[in-house]
């Protein structure tokens, strides 16, 4: 199946995509699955977004959806 990848912020040196800009993953696959694939660390990860709605690690995937993540907030004033 492929997915659409948006990486916010310091994730986005880690987007691994096809000529059509989807990534491919493994029907069934989960969003850890997607984070392991991509070579995200792990223990970084602070937002998921699937579609529009917060999600986790374990939100399982499907054919065209849309996976928002966010790292830890960086900056500040």
């Given at each position: 199946?492929?997915?659409?990848?948006?990486?916010?912020?310091?994730?986005a040196k880690?987007?691994?995509?096809?000529?059509?800009?989807?990534t491919a993953?493994?029907?069934?696959?989960?969003?850890?699955?997607?984070?392991?694939?991509?070579?995200?660390?792990?223990?970084?990860?602070?937002?998921?977004?699937?579609?529009?709605?917060?999600?986790?690690?374990?939100?399982?995937?499907?054919?065209?959806?849309?996976?928002?993540?966010?790292?830890?907030?960086?900056?500040?004033?």
């Open positions: 199946m492929k997915v659409d990848v948006k990486l916010m912020s310091i994730f880690f987007h691994k995509c096809d000529a059509d800009g989807k993953l493994k029907d069934g696959g989960t969003v850890l699955d997607l984070v392991r694939f991509l070579g995200l660390p792990e223990e970084h990860v602070r937002l998921i977004a699937v579609n529009g709605k917060q999600s986790d690690l374990q939100t399982v995937l499907s054919e065209g959806d849309t996976v928002f993540i966010f790292p830890p907030a960086v900056g500040g004033g």
